[in-house]
């Protein structure tokens, strides 16, 4: 007798340098592996061999917007086949520390690169037949649930100012951070369903308490008492 698979899951966590994403993943992905799921925990831009070394070019060599959003794809589209897909196929709970609502809010937004080519990008990295795990041909993969971490540019700055050397985005004034947010909002705006809106402007506890509470009404965690991140 075969024991069905879970259903994969593909849970992506976004927001502003500074907003607190990293402290809170490793986090969840061991709450989901203590009920019993295997996890994927990964990143972008990266994820892979390939999609490291163009995340590597990405955060540290100047290039024009255009050039930044199609190694931004390039390196999902890598990631998707080689990493995320396979994970979802098996049924794993797959975490990304960012996705594509990053490429639309800091090329798009930030960098000021058109909405609509990133559209028409994202459609063509995440659709087609080497991802064989859409319902039908132009079925384009996305995350089931977007944890966004949302924080006022000038409090991520200053969470940064004493926690690490910035990268070439890190480095950026505050008015691109704030476009940037814009750019997440707007996102948020056109994907109610997917979109979790997480104040990060809350202690670390009360910021796991929300992602906890978000994942326990989906159904995909059963009520975990007195976790802690
Ligand atoms: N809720 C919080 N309150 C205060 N500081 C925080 C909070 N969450 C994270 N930090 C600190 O802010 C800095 C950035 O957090 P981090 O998790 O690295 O953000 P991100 O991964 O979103 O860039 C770190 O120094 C971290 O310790
Ligand atoms: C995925 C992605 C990230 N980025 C940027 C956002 C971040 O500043 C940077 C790397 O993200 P991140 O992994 O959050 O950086 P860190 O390891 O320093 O916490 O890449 C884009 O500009 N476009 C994208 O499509």
Redesign the pocket.
């Known amino acids: 007798m075969s024991t069905a698979l879970p259903k994969g899951l593909f849970i992506s966590f976004e927001g ?2 500074g907003a607190g ?2 402290s809170h993943i490793e986090a969840l992905a061991q709450a989901f592996r203590d009920q019993g799921r295997a996890v994927t925990l990964t ?4 994820g892979t061999p390939l999609a490291e070394k163009l ?1 590597a070019l ?2 540290h060599d100047a290039m024009d917007p255009l050039t ?2 199609l190694i ?2 390039a ?2 589209r890598d990631h998707l086949v080689q990493v995320i897909e396979p994970a979802l196929a098996r049924g794993e709970v797959v975490i990304s ?4 609502d ?2 639309f ?3 798009g937004a ?2 000021g690169f058109s909405w609509e080519q990133l559209s028409v990008l994202e459609r063509m990295a995440q659709t087609g037949t080497a991802l064989q795990a859409g319902p039908s041909p132009d079925f384009m993969r996305e995350p089931d649930m977007t944890l966004w971490f949302d924080l006022p540019a000038e409090v991520a700055a200053e969470r940064l100012a004493t926690a ?1 050397v910035p ?4 480095a950026q004034p505050g008015e691109f951070f704030a476009r940037v947010t814009q750019g997440y909002a707007e996102r948020a705006r056109t994907a109610p369903q997917r979109f979790v809106r997480i104040d990060a402007h809350a202690s670390r506890h009360a910021v796991w308490q929300q992602i906890t509470q978000a994942v326990v009404r989906k159904g995909w965690l059963a009520i975990m008492v007195g976790s802690k991140p």
Do not use: C, N, V, W
């Open positions: 502003i340098d994403k990293s990143r972008e831009p990266g995340r990405m955060l930044e959003a931004a794809f390196a999902r520390d960012r996705f594509t990053a490429t809010a800091y090329q930030g960098r690490r990268d070439r985005f890190e």
